[in-house]
């Protein structure tokens, strides 16, 4: 007799239920009919077939079509693999919206992954980014079984879920602490690091990092790595992690209360290179000098800012690099090869500017 499953999750635990079963048996079996499954397990007959749906990808289960299910039964260490040729962007935003920069890897990948014989989608998912998306990559990954998916823009809700149930899933990105899948982005704590040495190294004490109020992984390395590199430089060094909305109101605003300290910032690193480009005209409006009074630093690139006067200094990465770099890890995962739940960082080179020296 086969248990109830719990409800939370019902596709992935009538999954589990089901392998355990398969598992205990002999080969060449077959499962109790549809019907009785679900009286047996408790569940409606779309969860029963999202389940058997994912059974047979792996190769569990084959026939159905009106048969009962014949069972196929998994040696240990056998490692059976879906047969799909897909992979899959998940992304909150449509792609005409996406940025230039992300069009670029995305192409980049569309074409290392053709030359194997795979196909690159893209889907605008935003259900699948709310605070609990728990049931929205339910119903979608029972739809849907590529042999890899990229979780663009990701939130640690997200990633923790895809993570837990093992799907194969690579992120473009920062992964939370935790998260046991592969990530592909930029080294951020060697950025930071690197850019409060250069501050002090330009004589610069009083540190500040403006950051939009983001629970993305990577401004949160980001402003780890910076509080410990300020710490890190004795106590006459302060580091501050400023947060604002995002908007060039919120921009100013901060910078402003800022400068309104007793002992103000004279050293900025600033996340995104819009919001770099704003604070810089911001400081510049407000009478001071660059590099003589302050100096600022765009944690990020694009390519826009190579147009603008004072020049902003920048840490800037190849996008082939990236793009050469994610496809790799995704290939590895598409064709079954199993990568690692690890980062892979690219360090960026720091393009020298008018507001640094």
Request: glycine share 6%; aromatic share 6%; charged share 25%.
């Amino acid at each position: 007799m086969l248990r109830s499953p719990k409800r939370l999750s019902l596709v992935a635990q009538t999954v589990a239920i089901l392998k355990e079963h398969i598992a205990s048996s002999s080969g060449g079996e077959r499962l109790p009919s549809e019907r009785e499954l679900c009286v047996q397990l408790g569940v409606s007959r779309m969860t029963l077939r999202a389940a058997l749906a994912r059974l047979a990808d792996e190769g569990l289960i084959r026939g159905g079509k009106g048969q009962r299910h014949l069972m196929v039964h998994v040696k240990p260490g056998q490692n059976p693999t879906a047969a799909s040729r897909n992979v899959v962007v998940l992304s909150p935003v449509l792609l005409q919206a996406v940025d230039p920069r992300v069009l670029f890897w995305i192409d980049e990948l569309r074409e290392a992954l053709s030359k194997e014989d795979y196909k690159l989608d893209f889907l605008n998912q935003r259900n699948c980014y709310a605070d609990h998306p728990g049931h929205a990559l339910e119903e979608l990954t029972s739809r849907l079984r590529p042999a890899a998916w990229l979780l663009f823009l990701s939130t640690y809700a997200m990633q923790e879920w895809f993570s837990t149930r093992g799907l194969p899933a690579v992120i473009p990105g920062s992964r939370y602490e935790g998260v046991r899948l592969p990530s592909v982005d930029v080294d951020y704590r060697a950025t930071c690091r690197h850019a409060v040495g250069r501050f002090l190294a330009k004589g610069h004490h009083c540190l500040a990092l403006l950051n939009p109020r983001s629970v993305s992984a990577g401004d949160v390395e980001s402003e780890l790595a910076f509080r410990e590199a300020g710490a890190a430089a004795g106590s006459e060094v302060e580091a501050i992690v400023a947060h604002h909305d995002g908007t060039v109101a919120g921009i100013c605003a901060r910078l402003d209360r800022l400068l309104e300290r007793k002992v103000r910032p004279s050293a900025f690193l600033v996340s995104r290179p819009t919001h770099a480009l704003t604070a810089l005209g911001y400081l510049v409006q407000r009478g001071l000098r660059f590099p003589k009074e302050t100096v600022l630093i765009a944690r990020d690139h694009d390519s826009f800012l190579q147009c603008v006067v004072p020049s902003i200094a920048r840490y800037q990465i190849e996008p082939l690099i990236f793009a050469h770099k994610l496809s790799r890890v995704v290939l590895e995962m598409a064709s079954g090869g199993n990568a690692l739940p690890r980062d892979y960082r690219i360090i960026p080179r720091l393009v020298s500017g008018d507001t640094l020296s």
